[in-house]
């Protein structure tokens, strides 16, 4: 499958990305260690997860995902053949949060256990925290690059200001740059993403592995009315999106499914590989007919006309 750069980080990830927020919550081991086989095993080679993943979930603590992967990575080997993406930053209750030194590098090291692996690949800030230097964040992302245990870094949750800010900081102090930015961006979710931050990224050549691809599950097609938001955990969040804008995009998503022999969620998915300034999307699974849906994505190329009707439609 061919690969697509990260930035310049020298990274290359095929053009999906697994969503790891699932593994060890929604997938339990032993489904978690299917889907991951299942997906390297179609050629792809991103995983995406983050120390928080899940603390929302009673009983856990945090790093439930990284332990899960770290257990397969094990049992499986081939790590040099992998792209594994992890986070610090975001609040993990009793562990705490933010972007200061000493919680990054605490925290690196926490992840590198869990995970079973000496370096990270991807190493990123999960959400801005306009109360640590942005200088005092960079500096610690460089001692681990500078320790081999990270090899690049990227910014999650950031607004345009901000991540311009601290490209700024990079390129006027020699210090690391965020070479990805994972934003909420998908075929219903549009103005936050294009309005100022894709400009910033073509400009700069960030890569970009967006988040909720599917809108929680909405561009699958499977929520269509109120009594279907108890398909899933997630479907409780859904209702804001069923609205006539939101049926407009479905019914955009089942006629080009129809005309391509494929499924709304593959299209949803193919839509934003096709866009230029996206690397990959990061796009989660709880079973093997979901995975299916999803590596199929990676497979359908969607004309000018398929993309100029969805644009319409989400417009």
Do not use: C
């Not at 257990?71 to 053949?81: E, H, Y």
């Not at 990805?180 to 970009?208: F, M």
């Not at 839509?271 to 007919?289: E, Y």
């Amino acid at each position: 499958m061919q690969k697509r750069k990260l930035g310049k980080s020298g990274l290359e990830i095929a053009p999906l990305m697994f969503g790891g927020n699932v593994l060890g919550w929604t997938a339990d081991e032993a489904m978690s260690f299917k889907l991951l086989d299942g997906f390297v095993g179609a050629g792809l080679n991103a995983i995406d997860t983050a120390d928080v993943y899940s603390v929302w979930v009673p009983g856990h603590k945090g790093g439930e995902s990284e332990t899960v992967i770290g257990k397969w990575l094990k049992a499986r080997g081939g790590r040099d053949k992998l792209v594994i993406a992890t986070k610090v930053g975001w609040d993990r209750r009793d562990a705490g949060g933010g972007l200061a030194r000493a919680h990054i590098l605490k925290n690196a090291e926490a992840s590198l256990k869990r995970l079973q692996t000496d370096y990270i690949d991807l190493y990123q800030s999960h959400i801005d925290d306009p109360k640590t230097p942005i200088e005092e964040t960079l500096a610690a992302h460089q001692t681990l690059i500078e320790q081999g245990k990270v090899r690049a870094i990227g910014a999650s949750n950031y607004e345009a200001p901000r991540l311009a800010e601290a490209l700024g900081v990079s390129a006027a102090k020699a210090l690391p740059r965020y070479e990805t930015l994972q934003p909420h961006y998908n075929l219903y979710e549009r103005d936050g993403y294009e309005r100022a931050l894709e400009p910033l990224v073509l400009k700069e050549n960030i890569g970009v592995i967006p988040y909720y691809s599917l809108a929680s599950g909405f561009l699958t097609g499977k929520y269509r009315r109120e009594a279907d938001f108890k398909k899933s955990p997630r479907g409780g969040g859904i209702g804001a999106m069923l609205n006539e804008r939101g049926l407009r995009i479905l019914m955009a998503l089942d006629k080009v499914a129809l005309q391509t022999k494929s499924t709304p969620a593959q299209v949803a998915l193919a839509w934003l590989i096709a866009r230029p300034s996206i690397t990959a999307p990061i796009a989660s699974a709880t079973n093997l007919d979901q995975l299916k849906d999803l590596i199929a994505a990676t497979r359908l190329k969607l004309d000018a006309d398929a993309i100029k009707a969805l644009d319409a439609a989400s417009a």
